[in-house]
């Protein structure tokens, strides 16, 4: 049997794509910039909002989009979110007209339909790095345990050192060994583009029940 295959919309450099290949995906990313430092299996630049429906349907068996999120992040909310567009209503529409088993990631706060939330605290992760799943299916969620601090707690360690068990993985506020340690990332990726991922192991949880999505459609 093939490797089911995932299109990886909004890609950047890859965390949301090693979770999946780890969940058994091949994985096809797409962004409208450059990312040659891509993890997936294979990349296209391309504006994904201007993909044909029918193209994924064709080819691909799920997928995952991760819109822009800077318009509903917390540096947005104080700046009102100028220079930035909600791009999370076409991105939808446009998973929902593939006919797909499909996953929409954002922040807290994006205005995502019925989502779950997933934290590092939930994987032993030292990120707490809270983020939202829009899901097509119902997907199981693990304990959301109580504690302190939010997606960007802890803002003033940069690295592991004087024992601190959490750090914030965001914009140039941490070494990048440690940012990649925290998040679990095992590839040579820049700080730059770590803190801009998603934990790997948020999609591989996530892709193992995606994966039962796509068993039972072609079992139909």
Same mark, same amino acid.
């Given at each position: 049997?093939?490797?089911?295959?995932?299109?990886?919309?909004?890609?950047?450099? #890859?965390?949301?794509?090693?979770?999946y290949?780890?969940? *058994?995906?091949?994985v096809?990313?797409?962004?409208?910039? !450059?990312?040659?430092?891509?993890? *997936?299996?294979?990349?296209?630049?391309?504006? @994904?909002?201007?993909?044909?429906?029918?193209? #994924?349907?064709?080819?691909?068996?799920?997928?995952?989009? =991760? !819109? !822009?999120? /800077? @318009?509903? =992040?917390?540096?947005?909310?104080?700046?009102?979110?100028?220079?930035? @567009? $909600?791009? +999370?209503?076409? %991105?939808?529409?446009?998973?929902?007209?593939?006919?797909?088993?499909?996953?929409?990631?954002?922040?807290? #706060?994006?205005? &995502?339909? $019925?989502p779950? +939330?997933?934290?590092?605290?939930?994987? #032993?992760?030292? @990120?707490?790095?809270?983020?939202?799943?829009?899901?097509?299916?119902?997907? &199981? %969620?693990?304990?959301?345990?109580?504690?302190?601090?939010? %997606?960007?707690?802890?803002?003033?360690?940069?690295?592991?050192?004087?024992?601190? $068990?959490?750090? =914030?993985?965001? *914009?140039?506020n941490?070494?990048?060994?440690?940012?990649?340690?925290?998040?679990? +990332?095992?590839?040579?990726?820049?700080?730059?583009? +770590?803190? /801009?991922?998603?934990?790997?192991?948020? %999609?591989?949880?996530? *892709?193992?029940?995606?994966?039962? /999505?796509?068993?039972?459609?072609?079992?139909?």
């Amino acid at each position: 049997m093939r490797e089911p295959r995932l299109l990886d919309l909004f890609c950047c450099s #890859g965390g949301a794509a090693r979770g999946y290949q780890r969940a *058994g995906f091949r994985v096809h990313g797409v962004d409208i910039a !450059p990312q040659p430092r891509y993890i *997936g299996d294979a990349f296209t630049q391309a504006d @994904v909002l201007g993909l044909d429906p029918a193209w #994924g349907a064709a080819n691909f068996d799920a997928v995952h989009a =991760s !819109p !822009p999120c /800077q @318009v509903h =992040s917390v540096t947005a909310n104080l700046t009102g979110g100028k220079g930035h @567009v $909600d791009l +999370i209503p076409q %991105t939808r529409a446009l998973l929902l007209a593939s006919g797909l088993p499909f996953i929409i990631e954002n922040v807290p #706060g994006a205005p &995502l339909i $019925d989502p779950i +939330i997933l934290c590092g605290t939930m994987f #032993g992760l030292r @990120v707490y790095r809270h983020r939202l799943f829009e899901c097509s299916f119902w997907a &199981l %969620t693990p304990p959301h345990m109580p504690h302190q601090g939010t %997606t960007n707690a802890n803002r003033g360690y940069s690295s592991f050192k004087d024992g601190a $068990d959490m750090i =914030s993985v965001a *914009g140039h506020n941490f070494r990048r060994e440690d940012g990649a340690a925290a998040m679990g +990332i095992d590839w040579p990726a820049r700080r730059e583009e +770590i803190a /801009q991922a998603i934990p790997p192991a948020y %999609t591989e949880f996530l *892709g193992r029940q995606l994966m039962a /999505q796509v068993v039972r459609r072609e079992a139909a």
